[in-house]
């Protein structure tokens, strides 16, 4: 990385945790695969949410009827198609697996962010490994979360959904204000549905983005928030992923997970 200012270089969710849950020299992943791949899971949820095309009612996963441009149509179209409605957890669960990990691999491997490097062991391919190829959009969201836990305010809500701000938009609630002065915020984050309410910040500082909250919040799900950045305070780093439905919903499954794995080790 130069010493300018990192290029900032748009990416979804499930792209950006697996970016940095992925060691940058060797390819392979920070955290444990299952955690890793039920963190993506929950991730694809959170890009969903941030772009209004899912929320949580009461204790259910529902699709609201917008309609956004995203790579994850997909997911969308699974969540619209069920009957009946899945708790987030069930939704995790659902969606993690090797397949999901591997396409957004793929897809950050096309834009030249990561390589693809098929690792042979007695002439055959093992799982492939994905090292990094371009060090800025790394080097973006490192300092994005750096900054977010520097400025951490109190009192701080968990990121919004687009719902809130098409109300906003239009005139109505009690968001409106909120999100018309953020509207004048710069940087690709700023101009994406679902900017987080603020809370009282500290002099000289302003509010995290949504999208970088809720990047933490998943990163503190998966156990790694503490890898990348040991020095952050747990504290300020807690208040800004609180209360996060996709987050809560990957630390539930990986609880179900380990409780599997400890009771089939006693049998």
Known sequence: ???ETPQTVELSLPQAFLLLATD???GKPEVPVFALRTTVAGA???????????????????????????????????????SRPHSARRWVSMLEGRAQTQRIYEQMA????????????????????????????????LEKIRAALRAAPSGLQPPDTGAAEDAAAAGTGPEAAAVGGAAEGTGPDAA?????????TRPGTT???ARTIALIALMQAAGLLGKLFPEAD???ASELAKDYWPSRAVEDELRMIRLAEEEAATL
């Open 1 to 3: 990385m130069n010493a």
């Open 192 to 200: 994406r549905p679902g900017a987080a309410k603020p809370g009282t």
């Open 234 to 236: 747990r504290v300020r």
């Open 44 to 82: 694809i949820l959170a890009e969903l949410d941030l772009v209004g095309a899912i929320e949580l009612q009461g204790k259910h996963v529902r699709a609201t009827g917008a309609t956004p441009d995203t790579e994850l149509q997909h997911e969308l179209e699974l969540i619209r198609g069920k």
């Open 207 to 209: 509010a995290p983005e």
């Open 24 to 26: 940058d020299k060797d």
């Open 110 to 141: 096309s834009a030249g962010i990561v390589e693809h490097v098929g690792e042979k062991h007695l002439g055959r391919f093992r799982a492939a490994r994905y090292p990094e190829k371009d060090h800025a959009p790394e080097a973006a969201l």
